[in-house]
């Protein structure tokens, strides 16, 4: 789990770096773009994955229980 926020970490980084870019050169190019949701797909598969270790961890009975997974990680 510490190795994956550590690679949070590393992206959200990454995603703050992007914030320079101005907006319409961030829409006009391809690649920026394409960096951008690359570094958010895989922040929200990551943090996903470190929920699930989590309500494994907390012995939570109920995934799909009314509460957000997020709610128990806050």
Sequence with gaps: VRRKLENLREYVKNLEELRAVNKQAFLGDHHIFGLAEHYLQL????FLDVCRHLVIALNAEDPAAPEPVGALVS
């Design 43 to 46: 922040s929200i598969e990551l």
